[in-house]
């Protein structure tokens, strides 16, 4: 159990830490939000599955209702983080933000 | 076990300096609102795991419930604001990226 616990978080922090260095690390806003978008809501669910299962150790019907909300966040999170990602999107097309290009000698 | 939950938290802590680089130093408006919105979804976790740590955790789940709600409702509004004024360059940077 302990060992699940253990392997769930370490993902989630994992997975935090590959969308940090890409939002620092890209070169246009597309690009950063892509990194930002999908590694943050994979990490967040990770994190809070192990943490939900963690919650389970001993089974009482507080901690089961703990559960169950942190699953409610789970859920939430999975139909949100999506939903902000497109907006911010939608936000910067038709503000005109431009798309990176790679230029023949140019900076980056 | 509550040796991990802390090692977990500082990492993401550190983490979350990291994105704050992000939130300062971003070209866009836009990039902030992503680098902040990114720092609530920390925020969430973190909070469980305090939670965990102090062995409380039926109120810091709530907690945690409202802090992921509102850090959705205020990247929309954010992004939707800025989608109507239309203007995401600071004013100071606006010069600079006419000039590149």
Same mark, same amino acid.
């Given at each position: 159990?302990?060992?699940?616990?253990?392997?769930?978080?370490?993902?989630?922090?994992?997975?935090?830490?590959?969308?940090?260095?890409?939002?620092?690390?890209? $070169?246009?806003?597309?690009?950063r939000l892509h990194a930002a978008g999908k590694c943050d809501t994979l990490a967040a669910i990770l994190s809070l599955a192990g943490i939900a299962l963690y919650n389970l150790h001993d089974f009482t019907?507080?901690?089961?209702?703990?559960?169950?909300?942190?699953?409610?966040?789970?859920?939430?999170?999975?139909?949100?983080? $999506?939903t902000a990602t497109h907006a911010i999107t939608k936000a910067a097309l038709l503000v005109g933000v431009k798309p990176w290009e790679k230029r023949k000698g140019g900076r980056a | %076990?509550?040796?991990?939950?802390l090692a977990i938290s500082s990492f993401i802590i550190l983490l979350m300096i990291m994105t704050l680089v992000r939130v300062i130093g971003g070209p866009t408006v836009l990039d902030r609102i992503v680098g902040v919105n990114m720092i609530g979804a920390k925020t969430t976790v973190i909070l469980l795991l305090?939670?965990?740590?102090?062995?409380? %955790?039926s109120m810091f789940v709530d907690i945690a419930l409202a802090y992921a709600l509102l850090?959705?409702?205020?990247?929309?509004?954010?992004?939707?604001?800025?989608?109507?004024?239309?203007?995401?360059? %600071?004013?100071?940077?606006?010069?600079?990226?006419?000039?590149?």
């Open positions: 159990m302990d060992l699940i616990v253990t392997i769930l978080l370490s993902g989630g922090a994992f997975f935090f830490a590959i969308g940090t260095i890409g939002i620092l690390r890209f $070169p246009d806003f597309y690009a019907f507080g901690n089961i209702l703990v559960s169950c909300k942190v699953l409610a966040i789970i859920i939430f999170v999975f139909i949100a983080s $999506p | %076990m509550s040796s991990v939950f305090i939670g965990l740590i102090y062995d409380d %955790m850090n959705f409702i205020a990247t929309l509004g954010a992004c939707k604001f800025f989608r109507r004024s239309n203007r995401v360059f %600071m004013e100071d940077e606006v010069a600079a990226e006419e000039a590149s």
